[in-house]
């Protein structure tokens, strides 16, 4: 009954336009506060030269919303509710969505903002939270003045933000591309919200092991992947390691990663899930049957951050290639924009391989793919953009002065062509023997392949807690 009259009033209030119109400009004062859970009173005001519509782009969130008014007239419309957030929290306990740990929640911004509708592109939303004594707000949305700024993309498809009490930490990172040699130097911000669950100790480890991992990946892009982003940590009871993770783009980059409410050092460290996401927050959203390519480069460029930082061997980077990438070898053969499942990790995965040898090959060695995949970065094609795969590898071609990237898009995702991987392992000299993995740098292609792992820069090795 709730829902219907919400949707009721929403309709009655602000009819939807039969045409487009410009886009206004929107701002939300939204106060989190603490009584008997958490709660949201919001405020939404948009000028508009015609009436706005608002909905919840959440249906399941619907029945949280109370005290629903919606005002148009003069150019304005203005809608205030208030969002049973720990309600809605309870109820989804979902970490794709909106999960509560004590008084904390991770929730994606759609899923308590009312969103305005009716324009011909999304509208520019500037957002204000004040918190009650205790309570933090955070996203991974770019701050401009004391707003949070949603542009570009709609609410209902917007990044996580963190709420309530929580274990909060802004950590300051090398903005991206300032490690390159001559750069000056230049901060971002990776905004940390650990949700309750973890012992004290256990979430200095925690926080311990974001540190490092962001070092990690910082060597490997040359500063890191966004300039300012969200990470929200969601503890799992009775696990002691890493769980799901799930990058969310829209607007600005925001991670979750589910993990062990018993916290093990050695089981975070030896995991790959949270490395493998953020590469995600580098790279720009691909559309269009692109899956392949942003699980594809993600999973192949984890082992290497983590080689190069000390935590794995190259043996055991080959060994991973070696057992796993047989199962992406069929999306070749079917074309990889019909991959699915582990193809899209796997057959993405090798494609990524064959681009990294590709651009080694046309530069003689000067680039590999952390220029390609750096290069785009730095160009502004970042975590909050979305692009073609096309798009994608033009951009790339363009960091590396070479056609590899685009050659292979046309030749494996255009004209789907398939893949002999027994003879690519045998030209990189890499084969299985005796449960290990030998390299023979004899073989046609080892000069290539020898700098797949330790890279063409000197690599910086990020000790472990247990190392320093």
Request: glycine content about 12%.
């Amino acid at each position: 009954m709730f829902r219907r009259t919400l949707l009721a009033a929403l309709l009655a209030a602000s009819p939807v336009l039969a045409q487009p119109v410009a886009v206004p400009d929107c701002t939300v004062d939204a106060r989190l506060s603490e009584r008997g859970g958490l709660g949201l009173d919001v405020t939404v005001r948009c000028r508009a030269p015609q009436p706005v519509a608002f909905e919840m782009g959440e249906a399941r969130a619907a029945p949280y919303v109370g005290d629903l008014e919606v005002e148009q007239g003069n150019g304005l419309a203005e809608a205030r509710y208030r969002f049973d957030l720990s309600g809605f929290a309870r109820a989804a306990d979902s970490t794709s969505l909106a999960v509560q740990r004590g008084n904390g929640v991770l929730a994606t911004l759609g899923s308590w903002l009312i969103e305005p509708h009716g324009y011909d592109r999304p509208p520019v939303i500037d957002i204000r939270v004040t918190n009650a004594r205790g309570l933090a707000f955070a996203a991974g949305l770019p701050r401009v003045g004391d707003a949070w700024r949603l542009a570009g993309t709609t609410v209902r498809f917007a990044g996580y933000t963190a709420l309530g009490r929580l274990t909060w930490r802004e950590l300051a990172v090398p903005a991206p591309g300032s490690l390159r040699p001559g750069q000056p130097a230049a901060h971002g911000v990776l905004r940390v919200a650990l949700l309750d669950g973890v012992a004290e100790a256990g979430r200095a480890d925690v926080l311990d092991w974001v540190e490092r991992t962001v070092q990690a990946q910082a060597n490997y892009w040359q500063g890191f992947t966004a300039r300012q982003a969200l990470l929200g940590l969601v503890p799992m009871a009775g696990r002691r390691g890493v769980g799901y993770g799930r990058t969310v783009p829209g607007g600005g980059v925001t991670v979750m990663v589910e993990i062990g409410s018993d916290v093990d050092r050695h089981r975070l460290f030896g995991d790959w899930v949270l490395t493998h996401e953020l590469v995600h927050t580098g790279m720009a959203f691909i559309r269009g049957r692109g899956t392949w390519f942003m699980e594809g480069a993600a999973t192949y460029v984890e082992p290497i951050i983590r080689a190069r930082a000390g935590w794995k061997t190259e043996e055991e980077v080959w060994r991973e290639w070696v057992d796993n990438m047989p199962k992406g070898v069929p999306a070749f053969a079917s074309g990889l924009a019909n991959a699915s499942g582990r193809e899209n990790y796997w057959g993405g995965a090798t494609f990524m391989l064959l681009a990294d040898l590709a651009i080694r090959r046309a530069s003689q060695g000067a680039k590999g793919l952390e220029d390609c995949l750096g290069g785009v970065l730095w160009s502004g094609l970042d975590g909050a953009q979305r692009a073609s795969v096309g798009d994608y590898a033009a951009a790339c071609d363009r960091a590396t002065g070479t056609r590899a990237m685009s050659n292979l898009v046309d030749r494996h995702f255009n004209r789907g062509e398939p893949l002999d991987l027994a003879a690519l392992w045998k030209e990189l000299g890499v084969s299985p023997i005796g449960g290990r993995i030998a390299l023979d740098d004899s073989a046609p292609g080892a000069a290539w392949r020898r700098m797949i792992v330790p890279g063409s820069r000197p690599p910086r090795p990020v000790k472990l807690p247990w190392q320093s």
